[in-house]
C-alpha cells in the first residue's frame, strides 16, 4: 500500500492561510489522482478537491478562488493552499492516493491515506 505523509497543519485566526502537504513516502500502485478531503469533528469525510497525474486540478465550490492544489513532482508532494480560511474549515484534512478512472471525489475509491493533520480556524 502506498504511503502518504500530511504536514503543514496548525491554528490560526480567520482570514489567514495555511499550506498543506501531502508527501508520497512509498508509491506501490499507479497512482491516478491524488485528492484533499477534509473531516470535521461528528461529520463525514468530505471532499475538498484533486489533482490528476495529468496535473488537472478542482476543487469543490465552496472553496473556489481560496483554496488551490499544487504538486512538485521532483519533491513527490501535493500540496493544499487555502487563503481566507473561516472557522468552518475547522477539521482533520487528508490526503489520499487512488488509482483508475473512478470519482476523485469518493473517499471509498481511494486506496492510501495519509494520517491526517489538523486545522483550526478561530474567530
Known amino acids: 500500500q502506498a504511503q502518504l505523509a500530511e504536514s503543514g497543519g496548525g491554528r490560526v485566526q480567520a482570514g489567514g492561510s495555511l499550506r498543506l502537504s501531502c508527501m508520497i513516502l512509498?508509491?506501490?500502485?499507479?497512482?491516478?489522482?491524488m485528492g484533499w478531503f477534509r473531516q470535521a469533528s461528528g461529520k463525514e469525510r468530505e471532499f475538498v478537491g484533486r489533482i490528476t497525474t495529468s496535473g488537472h486540478t478542482y476543487v469543490v465550490e465552496s472553496v473556489t478562488g481560496r483554496f488551490t492544489i499544487a504538486r512538485d513532482n521532483a519533491k513527490n508532494t501535493m500540496y493544499l493552499q487555502m487563503n481566507d480560511l473561516q472557522p468552518e474549515a475547522t477539521s482533520v484534512y487528508y490526503c489520499?492516493?487512488?488509482?483508475?478512472?473512478?470519482?476523485?471525489?469518493?473517499?471509498?475509491?481511494?486506496?492510501?491515506w495519509g494520517q491526517g493533520t489538523q486545522v483550526t480556524v478561530s474567530s
Open positions: 512509498r508509491r506501490t500502485f499507479d497512482i491516478s489522482a
Open positions: 489520499g492516493a487512488k488509482r483508475g478512472v473512478s470519482s476523485s471525489a469518493t473517499p471509498e475509491n481511494y486506496e492510501a
